[in-house]
């Protein structure tokens, strides 16, 4: 089943932080979902700024990404992946993220995989958007396939 918040009201009036509930619905109790966020980016603006996607009911969790010049951009949390509105990747240093304090050069294990990318956990998530620029972005879709269980007839 997919499921699609708009988060745009209270955004494309100029407002810097916003609250919302999303509620994972999913059959997979035990398990985290990744979803994919959509944020649409305000082309009128010159300095583009900062997005944070935290999630208050995951540890206050929270990623940070610079806004690019680009109509929106697709942060894939499940593929761990951040591209512009043409499908192209965008590079990790790009969207600001520090990836020098990702690695150990004496631990094989960590990579990319160690940022935090927004998850949600089962139940009611509150997630909040906070812009360091007011009206830097017009709208934020957050884009989800909550697992279900089958069974056969």
Known sequence: MMSLLEVGNSIANGGSIVTCAFDNTSDDHNDYIYPKFK????????????????????????MTINLIDSPYIVIDCNKKTI????????????????????????????????LYWPRLKYGLNNLIFKLSISGSVTKIEVINRFVRKGDMI
């Open 39 to 62: 944020v649409y980016i305000n082309q009128a603006l010159s300095n583009k700024g900062t997005v944070t996607i935290k999630n208050a009911t995951d540890s206050n969790n929270e």
């Open 83 to 114: 591209t512009n509105s043409n499908g192209v990747l965008v590079s990790l240093s790009d969207a600001g993220l520090d990836v020098t304090s990702l690695f150990d050069y004496n631990e094989i294990s960590t990579d990319i995989y160690n």
